[in-house]
């Protein structure tokens, strides 16, 4: 029966010691550098497949496992039917129960009052950026999302290169911290330039 770790930061640049420390306890540790919008990250599906019954996936909060309610809740229903359980860091103990049934049935309410917290937070933060946006638009000084690489960007040529080679963009990811989606992104706008010689183009095509 091991501990498992999850960690998510958003982005390649965040900063993990937090989680890290928090989860120092554990046997082996997961660690996926991407958003969680959805559950198409490739240490959550490793980990997901690495645990074993009686195993315990450990996270410091609920929403580095997912963002919304959907995603949530099919995550714990893998980890469920691994006949593993999910201890969330900043949730109340319940090491006091001593009936395991009963602390299983407190455990899993407890989660869908956070999960259900969770996903109304976030509406309300998007529901904000929004409105923001909107008033930006009326007074004319909305000017859109900086982007975040430019089209010669060290990292993202690199990135280029590795998936040129054959490389699937899951590895890619993995191994230049950038996006998935954002690295698809930024392939398709090359793509779609066309300063390109045909042996370019070529190999653009088959990125």
């Known amino acids: 029966m091991a501990r498992v770790g999850y960690i998510r930061v958003s982005t390649a640049d965040q900063n993990i010691e937090r989680q890290v420390y928090a ?42 496992l997912g963002r919304n309610n959907q995603d949530l809740t099919a995550i714990m229903e893998q980890i469920h039917q691994k006949k593993a359980t999910l201890e969330v860091l900043n949730l109340p103990t319940l090491q006091g129960i001593e009936d395991d049934n009963l602390r299983r049935l407190i455990n899993t309410l407890m989660l869908e009052i956070y999960k259900y917290q969770a996903e109304s937070e976030r509406k309300r933060i998007k529901e904000r950026q929004a409105q923001g946006i909107a008033l930006a638009k009326q007074r004319g000084v909305y000017k859109g999302r900086k982007p975040k690489f430019t089209m010669d960007d060290e990292r993202l040529l690199h990135a280029l290169e590795l998936s040129k080679s054959g490389l699937s963009d899951a590895e890619v990811s993995r191994r230049t911290g950038i996006n998935r989606t954002t690295f698809g992104r930024y392939k398709k706008r090359l793509i779609a330039q066309k300063p390109c010689s045909k042996e370019i183009k070529h190999d653009l095509y088959y990125l």
């Open 23 to 64: 989860l120092s306890d554990v046997s082996k540790t997961f660690i996926d550098r991407q958003s969680g919008k959805d559950t198409n990250r490739p240490e959550l599906q490793a980990m997901l497949s690495y645990i074993r019954e009686g195993d315990t996936v450990v996270i410091t909060e609920l929403d580095r």
